[in-house]
């Protein structure tokens, strides 16, 4: 079966500038995360969909950062405007329970 | 709070060596353990994982037991190889813990094998 797919692979931006990133779960996956990776540090979760509802946000700044879930397949991640700590590797992830979480080869945000 | 402690790297070791990487976690349920690899490059992948005490995940010659009296989840390897050099992340997940499932990870060990 197909991955997780994630796009871009790579984006370098400016700060105040806005991105996006965009994933798509595998197939009848319900659960979609998404996870900021700072380098040198492990995966921090910023948002939980169940279908196109969320779940969890609670490590989402909310300020800045945005996501949604259109008829809870795909998946959209914003910020707008961009900072320079925001510089990390943007990951996605789909399950179909709660044990096993597969992941997207990520995006890695340049903040200049 | 739900939290993952493990040994900081990088570890360097000689092709055929044995690999320990520790991993201690802190919970408030019975949350089900993880290890996630991350190869240059790559996403991560899970390696394997234990749901329930005394468990023992297995996976590519790698294993690791989930012990609840030492809260502990160490990885093991009995000889590396040059493809096993990666970053390899401990998690926990804890559904019945309030945080819906979600994995909490450990800062990751950076393996390098040389030949």
Redesign the interface.
Known sequence: EAGVAQSPRYKIIEKRQSVAFWCNPISGHATLYWYQQILGQGPKLLIQFQNNGVVDDSQLPKDRFSAERLKGVDSTLKIQPAKLEDSAVYLCASSSNHYEQYFGPGTRLTVT | GNS?TQMEGPVTLSEEAFLTINCTYTATGYP?LFW?VQYPG?????LL?A?KADDKGSNKGFEATYRKETTSFHLEKGSVQVSDSAVY?C?L?D?YGG?????I????TKLSVKP
């Open positions: 993952v089900s996630y790559e996403g991560l992948q899970l994982k749901t992340f998690a997940s559904p945080s819906q499932g979600n994995l990870f450990g800062k990751g």
